[in-house]
């Protein structure tokens, strides 16, 4: 999977780097902690992170979810961009990975904005909803099991303001959406692709940018 924007040669990409990225150091460092990791294909591009926490502060966002946390580098990304008093539902099944991250949110001073949830994240949204949380959240990004985005976007859809948006994660697949699918998770983004396009809940775009990344506002 590219964690990259797709479409950059090196040497362009290595100049957006050099003239557009803005880290907090525990950013980097937690970068570097994550880059020996089996899995560390998995975290979002630098790029990506600073573009959404740029998308938090536009629209003012207090309370996010983040659906798929894996060492934390998207989750402190957002954290950062939150005000003192905003609050992260940051929703993974991974203590093991999860646990990667927690002292570089503590180190950067965003823990307190954290709440980590270890559990299915359909299981904690669903929870909000029966607490009575329906349309009090501002951003959310889904980027965990692709199967089971259709069934986050409708969650997240309810737990939204009107207004609110949806950042949703590897639209584009490493192009794989663009052919016949060799896969479930490819044929879920697919459909989903298909099914935001046409939703006339919300407005939307498909960024082909890193490995694909949509915005949807919900109206
Ligand atoms: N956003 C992360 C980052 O920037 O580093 C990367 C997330 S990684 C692609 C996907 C994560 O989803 C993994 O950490 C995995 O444990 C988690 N996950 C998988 N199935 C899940 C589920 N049913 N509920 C919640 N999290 C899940
Ligand atoms: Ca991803």
């Known amino acids: 999977m590219s964690k990259r924007t797709l479409l950059a040669e090196d040497g362009l990409y290595d100049y957006v780097l050099a003239h557009s990225l ?29 573009f959404m926490a740029m998308l938090a502060r536009l629209m003012g966002a207090r309370r996010a979810i983040e659906i798929g946390v894996f060492t934390g580098y998207s989750a402190l990304s957002v954290a950062l961009a939150l005000p003192e008093d905003g609050r992260l539902l940051a929703c993974d099944i991974s203590d093991e990975y999860t646990r990667i ?31 009575g ?7 959310a990004f889904i980027d965990a099991d692709k199967t089971a985005y259709d069934g ?16 949703i994660d590897n639209t584009l697949w490493h ?12 044929r ?14 919300v407005d939307m775009v498909l960024l082909p940018f890193s490995d694909g990344v949509t915005l949807a506002r919900k109206r």
């Open 22 to 50: 803005r880290e907090h150091p525990e950013q980097a460092a937690l970068r570097e902690a994550t880059r020996s990791h089996p899995r560390a294909g998995m975290q979002i591009a630098p790029e990506q992170g600073q």
């Open 152 to 167: 986050y976007y409708e969650l997240v859809l309810q737990l939204l303001r009107p207004g609110g948006l949806v950042v």
């Open 101 to 131: 991250g927690i002292p570089f949110w503590q180190r950067a001073g965003v823990a307190h904005k954290i709440d980590l949830r270890l559990a299915p994240a359909a299981q904690t949204l669903r929870a909000c909803l029966d607490a």
């Open 133 to 139: 949380e329906a349309g009090q959240y501002d951003f």
């Open 175 to 186: 192009g794989a959406v663009a052919h016949p699918a060799d896969s479930d998770d490819t």
């Open 188 to 201: 879920a983004l697919q459909a989903l692709n298909a099914k935001v396009h046409a939703d006339a809940r």
